[in-house]
């Protein structure tokens, strides 16, 4: 099985008017394709920074982070967009859905942002496999927390790309929405092979993964 994501002697760091900030530091492991891993810790750990430099949407202050064999750090801004857009999921805690799109409209949004065809066919597969297919007409601002989740959830896996990175994916959902939405998140990662790299201070959550990293 390859590696889809290394880090190693990750570094980072932000400068005050008091001095330097260390948020992570001397932070090494690896990921394997479709393989599952829940970061764990307590909050203003760095959990959610790290989320973001794994996935370059920040740049590391030391070391080095290497997804699907590429040195983040090599890349350009485009070129890191670039991979995110062809290779990469997100799920959100706040959802993150376009207010005056349809659930059918959000997902079709990635898609047809990729030139892929037959955008409808994707979506409304993906949408009525998690439950939505009454929904899909229907506004954000029309469904419950838990159907804006699985819009999201839909929208990041559509396309089945290589890795998802979920930040807090449960976080505003209520205990049995959460373990619903738990399952889809690894019921979808064990179907299409997706690795998923989840932030969480949801143990539940963490306990379905295969492997738990802690910050301390």
């Given at each position: ?6 880090v190693?002697?990750?570094?980072k760091?932000f ?15 690896s ?5 599952s ?23 590391v ?15 350009s ?7 995110r857009?062809?290779?990469m ?11 005056t ?14 030139h892929?065809?037959?955008e ?10 998690l439950?939505?297919g ?22 990041a ?8 990175f ?8 209520d ?7 738990i ?12 690795t ?11 306990a ?9």
């Open positions: 099985m390859a590696t889809i994501l290394e190693n002697q990750l570094r760091s400068f005050t008017p008091m001095g330097e900030l260390v948020v992570l530091q001397d932070i090494t492991f990921v394997q394709e479709g393989e891993l829940a970061i764990v810790g307590a909050s203003g750990s760095g959990k959610s920074t790290l989320l973001g430099l794994c996935a370059g949407l920040d740049r202050s030391g070391g080095t982070v290497s997804l699907t064999g590429l040195n983040l750090a090599s890349l801004e485009d070129e890191r967009a670039l991979l857009r062809k290779q999921g997100f799920v959100f805690q706040s959802f993150q859905l376009m207010p799109l349809t659930a059918l409209e959000n997902v079709e949004l990635v898609v047809n942002m990729n892929h065809r037959k409808s066919q994707l979506s409304r597969h993906i949408l009525q496999k439950g939505l009454h929904r899909l007409h229907h506004y954000p601002g029309q469904l419950s927390g838990g159907e804006q989740q699985r819009v999201a959830i839909a929208r896996f559509v396309l089945q790309p290589k890795i998802i979920a930040d807090e994916p449960t976080g505003n959902l205990a049995l929405t959460g373990c619903n939405i399952n889809q998140l690894f019921d979808l990662n064990s179907e299409h092979g997706t998923l790299i989840v932030v969480t201070h949801d143990e539940a959550l963490a379905r993964a295969k492997k738990v990293y802690r910050l301390d």
